[in-house]
Each structure stands twice: as C-alpha cells, then as structure tokens.
C-alpha cells in the first residue's frame, strides 16, 4: 500500500507541478491510492474466479474488499454531506446509493469500476480546473524566495522569509525581488508586468520604491527593505486573489438550492424506473449519471478563468461586487487628481510673501510634505529638488485639506487656502483665480504660495466614450480643487457634472446621494478617497501597486494608471457573468438528457461513470471563453495601434 501511495503521490507531482495546495495533493493522491489499491484486489478476484470458478463466496469476498477500499471514503464524505446537508457532497451521495444498490444485487465488478472510474475521471478534471489557476500560482512564483543580504560589505544569501525591515539587499541583473523597498543606490530598469500588466519597464533609481514580484532587466540595486516577505504589496494581492476564488454568486446560490431537491428528484426516477422496468441495471445507471459534477463548477471555472484575464492587466479583483453590481452600474465617479489626471502636479507660479527667498519657501514646504502621499506634496518635494530641507517634524495630515508639522516649538503649515485660514492664517488674497494652490505658512507667518497645474491622463477621452458605449449614462467628476480648476477640467472632458472645493466627507455625502437612485462605481487613487470608494457600490482604486489602503479599501484595484482597464473590467463582468448563465443552462441540460439516455437503457453503469463528466468539461470549456474573448479583445486593441502606429509614420513620411 505504501508504494501504491508514493506512486500515486509521484503521478499527482508530475501532473499538476506547483499548480496545487499540499493539502490537495494529498487529498487527491489519496483518492488515486484508494483507486489503484481497489483495481488490485479487483484484479486478484478476476483471476482468483478463472482459476477457481466453483469458489464464488471467495471471488465475491475479495470483490467486496475492493469495494470497500474505494467506497468508503466516498461513503463517509455522503454521509457527513447528508447530516451536514452539503450540496457539494450530492455527488459521493448518489455514487454511495449506486454502490450499496449493486452490491446488494450481486453486480460486484459494476460497484468497483463506478467509483474507480470516477476517482480517476475526477483526477484530469480537477486537473483541468487548476490548470485554470495558473495565472495567480505563476504569481506566487515571481516573489524570490531567496535573497543577497549586504552586511558589513559582504553578501550572503539568505531565505527571503528571514529579512526584516531596514535589512540592506544585493538585486542583481535578472533577480526578482522578495520585499518591498527602497533603492539606495544604483539604476535599473524593473518588469514590472506581474503587477501593472504593462509591457514596458520602468526605470528606478536612488530613492524609488521597488516592489516583491518585479524584476531587475539591467543594472544592479542596493535597497534597503520596507516590508516583511509576508507584508508585501505583492503577497497581499495573491492572498486576495486566491480569496477571491471563492466568490459566492446569486447564480451559484440558485444552483445550491435547487441541488436541495436534485438529490430526491434523481432517488425517485431511480426507483420509479426500477419499478417499472425490474431492470436493476437501468436505476444504478440512472445514479451515476446524474452525478451533478458540472453543477460545482458552473461558477468557479469562469471566476477562476475572470481573475487570470484580470491579473494579466494589473488588474486586481477581490470582491463578488465584480460580477453582482459592476455589469449594473450606470453611474462612474472619478476623483480629480491623480485619477482623471496624472497626479504629476507641475507648478507654473510661485509667490512669496514672508520668505525672503524660493528657497526658504520650498525647503520649509518639503519639509512637511515629505511625510504624505497626495500628489500636490509629492509635487513640492520634486519640486523642492536638491534643495536641503529638515525631515525631523513630527507630521500630521488631514486629508483633503493639508499637512501640519511640528519641532521644537516650531509649526510648519501646508495646504490649500481652507486649511490655512482653519488654522488661524490671514492669507492676502483671494486665490479662486489662481487655479490649484498650495500655501505654506510657518510660526504663523504665510511665506508665500505655490500653483499647480495639474495634466489629464492621455486615455480620458476615449475611456468616458467606452463607458458611454458600454452603457454608463452618468459620469461625473468630486475634486477638492476650487471651482477654476474644476471648470478647465470640465471644458476639457466630457462629463455630466463637475463637483468642486469638496472635503472627504462632503465626497460621501454626494456619493451616497448618488447611490439612492444608481448604481454607482467609484473611482480614485485610494489614498484620500478610502471612505468613498468603501460606500460605493463599487470601489476601484487607480495605480493601487503599492498602497496598502488602495487595495484593502477597494474592490478592483487597477496596478497601473490605465484608464482603459475600467472599460475592459466592464466587458470581462459581462462575459463572465453571461458565461455563468449558460453554464447552468448546460449543466441542467445535460443531467436530464443523460438520465433520460440512462433510464431508456442506452447508458450501462460503467459508461454513465464515464459519460457523467460530459457536462464538466463543456462547463470548464465554456468557461475558458472568458480568457479567449479577452485575448482577442487584446489583439484586437494591438492591431489598431499598430495600424494608428503605421498611419502616424506614413504621415511622417509624406510631410
């Protein structure tokens, strides 16, 4: 038995590599053991009854041996089904009735080949189905386990398990990193497709942020590590993918309770036939046909086959919202900055008042937004450049409004003219001309202002008329910015309303008016719109790959800054969701055409062990168009660009 189990547990291992649990594994190189350990004995009684054919007791008795080494498993896992009333043990159920039916009738050879045909049919059919994860597992794979740790100016390699945060690491030329983190020193170009699903690589240097699953084309790294292996960005999104998996659907709960009435239903067409016809033969066949396999897969298979199409583009989907309420949704809303726009803020003006100098003023406004996120005080630190600036203040950020730093006795005040004039600030003008400004104050005293001007993404455009095409009837704009700023927006993009000079919570408050009469799909870059994108119907965080809060806080995290992932979300809800449809139509069509086939005789018992799977595998075929119209949807955006490519050059040529 034991080298009948390792010889199972070897076969599991080359057929499935690293597509599957450990707990799996041994599930299934169980099932496969059992299954060889039956035919074994099986085999004996054959031979045992050539020899000896006077000697049915003995022939029968090992027969009944093997019965048991394959059934009982299946026996146990009905019954616990049965007490527990687990829809998903309907098909060990109705292969336990069929077993215990032909062993009473004598049919021995019938109860052993049903669950061993069964066991081994079942094998390539979870094969196929995890073959359908191999976009997430393939994930799992782009994290280094190892790592070269720099010590005291030596390297040594290490289980990437073991670095701690502030621990300093080699990444060479074609290494993967296993953290997140920050480089030291070097440049790079870094893959980083695993993530944001784009094909170019992006350049990184002293100071940027690299991240676990991403991997160094060129160059070598020093970086010192931010996060723990288990607390990565990257670690966090497969834990949510593989969460994902195990979306529940209104469709798969309209199975569930209609497999409540399945299992009587095929019992008494069973019976009934036995009744009728006296063939014994017929009701077994009738059992094991009916086994609902396709039924458990109708949603899984094209979940699984969404989330692979989705994780190729960097987008990362982690909540049954997905398929409910994003193929409904006839509202978007789009926060301004770093959303609808790049968030790459350029300053086109500076005044200043107190400061005695640019200088002063950018150095004691860097000071303060070093320490946050949004994109204006990213702006001023760019901006700040290779200006010398104190990092010691203790900073404290109200979202919305600024950032507020303190040292020794000493305040620095940073944000927009709301905030300052709050925090007890005369400023000397009105700004609502000026378009977005920054004021920065210190020790009570306003040193001057910076304005912005903030680009809109390329792809706006075309992303609002997609949406439109797909169904959207509103689409609006939140934006904290005054009511200039919104209004170039506004005349720049085709949007039905533009809302201005919001706060976070003034955002929800619309949103949640929004959501008494729609349904509506929030958008925005997660950092200081985690409250809305919470209440939203849907909430999708743009260029997430790295934000903790973007991913937890939304339910679609688009990795890059693609505006055109909404769009395609979109058409991969649908399809997904009309796919699930028609796997249950399939699925119900194919149980009672094969019942019929059985009970009319045309279907033996040992077939119907084979014929049952029919069902399965259309499912998990039909499943895989979700990937194909994906694919081809790809090649289809690829060939206008090539052909728009090939356009702008011949029109080149000819100026």
Same mark, same amino acid.
């Given at each position: 038995?034991?080298?009948?189990?390792?010889?199972?547990?070897?076969?599991?291992?080359?057929?499935?590599?690293?597509?599957?649990?450990?707990k799996d594994k041994k599930r299934l190189s169980g099932a496969i053991a059992s299954a060889a350990a039956a035919l074994v004995f099986f085999a004996a009684g054959l031979i045992f009854s050539r020899i000896y054919p006077d000697q049915t007791a003995v022939s029968e008795l090992i027969y009944l041996i093997s019965v048991l080494i394959i059934g009982l498993p299946v026996l146990r896992t009905a019954i616990t089904g049965l007490l527990h009333k687990d829809v998903s043990a309907s098909m060990e159920i109705l292969v336990s009735v069929a077993m215990v039916v032909a062993v009473l009738d004598g049919q021995f050879i019938v109860a052993i080949l049903i669950p061993v045909i069964l066991t081994v049919v079942h094998f390539f059919e979870e094969k196929s189905i995890m073959g359908g994860r191999d976009a997430i597992e393939g994930l799992k794979r782009m994290q280094a386990q190892t790592a070269l740790l720099s010590q005291n100016g030596a390297e040594r390699e290490v289980d990437a398990k073991t670095l701690k945060t502030g621990d300093v690491i080699i990444v060479k030329s074609g290494?993967?990193?296993?953290?997140?983190?920050?480089?030291?020193?070097?440049?790079?170009?870094?893959?980083?497709?695993? +993530?944001?699903?784009?094909? %170019?690589?992006?350049?990184v240097t002293v100071n940027d942020k690299v991240y676990a699953g991403t991997m160094n084309i060129d160059?070598?790294?020093?970086?010192?590590?931010?996060?723990?292996?288990? &607390?990565?960005?990257?670690?966090?999104?497969?834990?949510?993918?593989?969460?994902?998996?195990?979306?529940?659907?209104?469709?798969?709960?309209? =199975? &569930?309770?209609?497999?409540?009435?399945?299992?009587?239903?095929?019992?008494?067409?069973?019976?009934l036939i036995w009744f009728f016809t006296k063939d014994i033969s017929k009701a077994i066949a009738v059992l094991v046909v009916s086994c609902p396999c396709g039924y458990m897969l109708v949603s899984s298979a094209p979940i699984i086959a969404a989330l692979g199409a989705a994780s190729k583009r960097g987008v990362l989907i982690k909540n049954p919202a997905f398929i409910e309420k994003l193929t409904d949704a006839d509202s978007f809303i789009f926060d301004k900055t770093g959303t609808i726009t790049n968030g790459t803020l350029e300053a086109v003006d500076v005044e200043l008042l107190e400061a005695k100098d640019q200088t002063e003023l950018l150095a004691n406004?860097?000071?303060?937004?070093?320490?946050?996120?949004?994109?204006?005080?990213?702006? =001023?630190?760019? +901006?700040?450049?290779?200006?010398?600036?104190?990092?010691?203040?203790?900073?404290?950020?109200?979202?919305?409004?600024? =950032?507020?730093?303190?040292?020794d006795g000493h305040r620095i005040v940073l944000g927009n003219r709301r905030y300052l004039t709050k925090t007890g600030h005369s400023l000397p003008h009105d700004d609502a001309e000026s378009g977005s400004t920054t004021w920065v104050a210190k020790d009570g005293k306003v040193l001057g202002c910076i304005v912005f001007r903030d680009i809109l993404r390329d792809d706006v455009t075309e992303t609002?008329?997609?949406?439109?095409?797909?169904?959207?009837?509103?689409?609006?704009?939140?934006?904290? &910015?005054?009511?200039?700023?919104?209004?170039?927006?506004?005349?720049?993009?085709?949007v039905d309303e533009m809302m201005s000079e919001?706060?976070?919570?003034?955002?929800?408050?619309?949103?949640?008016?929004?959501?008494?009469?729609?349904? =509506?799909?929030?958008?925005?870059?997660?950092?200081?719109?985690?409250?809305?994108?919470?209440?939203?119907?849907?909430?999708?965080?743009?260029?997430?790959?790295?934000?903790?809060t973007a991913i937890e806080s939304a339910d679609i995290s688009l990795m890059n800054n693609s505006l055109m992932n909404l769009p395609f979300v979109i058409r991969l809800a649908r399809k997904t969701k009309e796919i699930i449809s028609q796997?249950?139509?399939?699925?119900?069509?194919?149980?009672?055409?094969?019942?019929? %086939?059985?009970?009319?005789?045309?279907?033996?018992?040992?077939?119907?062990?084979?014929?049952?799977?029919?069902?399965?595998?259309?499912?998990?075929?039909?499943?895989?168009?979700?990937?194909?119209?994906?694919?081809?949807? &790809?090649?289809?955006?690829?060939?206008?660009?090539?052909?728009?490519?090939?356009?702008?050059?011949?029109?080149n040529a000819d100026s």
């Open positions: 038995m034991k080298k009948i189990n390792h010889m199972a547990e070897e076969s599991l291992r080359d057929q499935t590599a690293t597509y599957i649990s450990e290494m993967s990193l296993p953290i997140d983190g920050t480089v030291l020193k070097g440049e790079a170009n870094m893959d980083q497709k695993s +993530l944001t699903g784009e094909s %170019l690589p992006k350049s160059g070598m790294l020093t970086v010192r590590v931010d996060k723990a292996y288990v &607390d990565t960005s990257f670690n966090r999104i497969v834990q949510l993918l593989e969460n994902a998996e195990n979306m529940t659907l209104p469709e798969t709960r309209l =199975v &569930d309770r209609f497999m409540k009435y399945y299992i009587p239903f095929v019992l008494v067409v069973a019976a406004a860097a000071a303060v937004a070093h320490g946050s996120l949004h994109p204006t005080s990213k702006a =001023v630190v760019r +901006l700040c450049g290779e200006i010398a600036y104190d990092k010691d203040y203790t900073i404290t950020e109200t979202a919305g409004n600024g =950032v507020c730093g303190e040292k609002f008329a997609s949406l439109r095409q797909l169904g959207v009837s509103r689409i609006s704009v939140m934006t904290g &910015d005054n009511r200039v700023e919104a209004s170039k927006i506004a005349e720049a993009v085709d919001l706060l976070p919570e003034q955002k929800l408050e619309m949103l949640k008016r929004e959501k008494q009469t729609r349904t =509506v799909a929030m958008v925005g870059d997660g950092i200081n719109d985690a409250l809305a994108l919470n209440e939203a119907d849907i909430g999708i965080a743009m260029g997430a790959m790295g934000s903790d796997n249950i139509i399939i699925a119900f069509l194919t149980s009672f055409v094969m019942i019929f %086939l059985a009970a009319m005789g045309l279907i033996s018992p040992v077939a119907g062990a084979f014929l049952h799977n029919a069902g399965a595998f259309i499912v998990l075929f039909n499943s895989a168009r979700v990937v194909r119209a994906e694919n081809d949807e &790809d090649k289809n955006q690829e060939t206008g660009a090539d052909e728009a490519q090939q356009n702008d050059e011949a029109t």
